[in-house]
Antibody
Framework: QITLKESGPTLVKPTQALTLTCTFS??????????VGWIRQPPGKALEWLAL???????RYSPSLKSRLTITKDTSKNRVVLTMTNMDPVDTATYYC????????????WGQGTLVTVSS | DIQMTQSPSTLSASVGDRVTITCRAS??????LAWYQQKPGKAPRLLIY???SLESGVPPRFSGSGSGTEFTLTISNLQPDDFATYYC????????FGQGTKVEIK
């Protein structure tokens, strides 16, 4: 059974950095083709893709947010970490991590999401 | 960046109806398109990948078609559980989601 769960702060101040951890089970990020991505959704708005980490350490970032994002993995601990710098109130959103099998880019398994509020 | 435009934004329908949602890409994405269903407070659920492949466990009343820049999601015989918001996603170049289509009860 594949599960993913996001963890991190629920409240961050403007200009601070946000670090979110995706802890997963039921698959290995060392398996060929597998990837774990991050997607966010502001309250009442659409989904926005942020970043993707592949099994082979290949990383992809949203062009519009690339300068603020860093994605890393710890294969031994089954974790993927997303860091977003210089947080702003417009970054208030539910942040999801999700798994893409076979390098496809469509996301089969999703975490429950974690709401991050940016406010002073 | 590839932009994805869904239409309509909202769709009112009745149980048993056949509904169609359209997604247009700003440039060709071949067949690298997925469709998701999302209910309030829940994570999205993958319905269709590679434009027309049905994800395991998804009822066959859901179907997808298209290639290049124009794609459709069709739900035949709409069921009460299908009232939700639907998103398309391109994954040809990085990834982009559409703005969503809310299917509501007529």
């Amino acid at each position: 059974q594949i599960t993913l769960k996001e963890s991190g702060p629920t409240l961050v101040k403007p200009t601070q950095a946000l670090t979110l951890t995706c802890t997963f089970s039921g698959f290995s990020l060392s398996s060929s083709g597998v990837g774990v991505g991050w997607i966010r959704q502001p309250p009442g708005k659409a989904l926005e893709w942020l970043a993707l980490m592949y099994w082979n350490d290949d990383k992809r970032y949203s062009p519009s947010l690339k300068s603020r994002l860093t994605i890393t993995k710890d294969t031994s601990k089954n974790r993927v970490v997303l860091t977003m710098t210089n947080m702003d109130p417009v970054d208030t959103a539910t942040y999801y991590c999700a798994q893409t099998p076979y390098g496809s880019g469509s996301y089969t398994y999703w975490g429950q999401g974690t709401l991050v509020t940016v406010s002073s | 960046d590839i932009q994805m435009t869904q239409s309509p934004s909202t769709l009112s329908a009745s149980v048993g109806d056949r509904v169609t949602i359209t997604c247009r890409a700003s440039q060709s994405i071949s067949s690298w398109l997925a469709w998701y269903q999302q209910k309030p407070g829940k994570a999205p659920r993958l319905l269709i990948y590679k434009a027309s492949s049905l994800e395991s466990g998804v009822p066959p009343r859901f179907s997808g078609s298209g290639s290049g820049t124009e794609f459709t999601l069709t739900i035949s015989n709409l069921q009460p559980d299908d009232f939700a918001t639907y998103y398309c996603q391109q994954y040809n170049s990085y990834s982009t989601f559409g703005q969503g289509t809310k299917v509501e009860i007529k």
